[in-house]
C-alpha cells in the first residue's frame, strides 16, 4: 500500500510539469496570435515579443498527458490531472489502486460521504485510505459525481505533498464511472503582461527571478 501512496503522490508531482498544448474550451483563437502587434525585446534581443491582449490565457489548456491547467480571471491557476490508470472505481463498487482491489466491504457510501480503507496485512490494523464529501446532490445509484477530499491516508499524502495548509489550495476528486480526475484547486497564482507570465506560490510550475524571465507564445490554440 506504501508502494501505491508514493505512485499516486509520484503522478501529482510529474503533473505539476506543464506542458500546455491543445485548448479544449474557451479557447484563444487564431486570430490573436496572428494578428498581435510583434516588436524585438531589448532584454532578449534573439526572440520576437508578442503584445497579447490581457486575459487570452483565460480558460482551459490541455497537455498530451491528458492533464488541464485552468487560468481564471481572478489570476489563480487550477489543474486537472486524470488519475484513472492508477485509481479507478469499478463497477462492482471496489476500488483499484494500481494492482490492488479495494473490496467494496471496505468501502462505506451513504449517498453523500464516501469511506474507503484497508487492512495493514503486517499489523491487522484497520486504516482510512480516503474521506471524501459529495459537492452535488446525493446519489445512491453509484459513486460518480464530485466528491472534496477531506482525510485519510492518500489525502495526508497527497496534502503534504502540495503543502496545502500554506498554499492554501483544496483537492477534489471526480468520479465517472472508471474514471478518475483529480482536481487541485487553487494550484498557485499567475500575471499576464503582454507576452510575460509571471508565476506565484509554492506550487508555481516555474521559479521567476524577475519580470520578464517567463514569457508565452500562442499558435492558434497551442500555448
Known amino acids: 500500500m506504501k508502494k501505491i501512496l508514493i505512485a499516486l503522490t509520484l503522478c501529482l508531482s ?31 534581443p534573439d526572440r520576437t515579443v508578442n503584445d497579447y491582449e490581457n486575459g487570452v490565457l483565460v480558460g482551459q489548456w490541455k497537455n498530451e498527458q491528458t492533464n488541464i491547467m ?12 486524470d488519475v484513472s490508470a492508477i485509481m479507478h472505481f469499478t463497477e462492482n463498487k471496489t476500488l483499484m489502486l494500481d494492482k490492488n482491489e479495494i473490496a467494496s466491504d471496505f468501502i462505506n ?6 469511506d474507503v480503507s484497508y487492512v495493514n496485512e503486517e499489523t491487522g490494523e484497520k486504516i482510512q485510505l480516503l474521506l471524501l464529501e459529495r459537492k452535488n446532490k446525493e446519489n445512491q445509484d453509484n ?14 499524502s497527497l496534502s503534504a505533498n502540495l503543502n496545502t495548509e ?19 484547486n487553487n494550484t498557485c497564482s499567475y500575471s499576464q503582461d503582454g507576452d510575460i507570465i509571471d508565476f506565484t506560490g509554492i506550487n508555481a510550475p516555474f521559479k521567476t527571478q524577475k519580470h520578464g524571465d ?6 492558434g490554440d497551442t500555448l
Open 70 to 81: 485552468t487560468f481564471n480571471e481572478d489570476g489563480s491557476v487550477d489543474s486537472i490531472m
Open 14 to 44: 510529474l503533473s505539476c510539469i506543464y506542458s500546455c498544448s491543445d485548448k479544449p474550451q474557451e479557447s484563444a483563437s487564431s486570430e490573436i496570435a496572428e494578428t498581435s502587434s510583434e516588436t524585438v525585446s531589448e532584454s532578449a
Open 109 to 114: 457510501y451513504d449517498g453523500s460521504t464516501l
Open 214 to 219: 517567463c514569457y508565452f507564445v500562442l499558435d
Open 143 to 156: 459513486f460518480n459525481g464530485i466528491y472534496e477530499l477531506k482525510g485519510g491516508q492518500l489525502y495526508d
Open 166 to 184: 500554506k498554499s492554501g489550495s483544496s483537492l477534489d476528486l471526480i468520479i465517472n464511472d472508471s474514471s478518475c480526475l483529480l482536481y487541485v
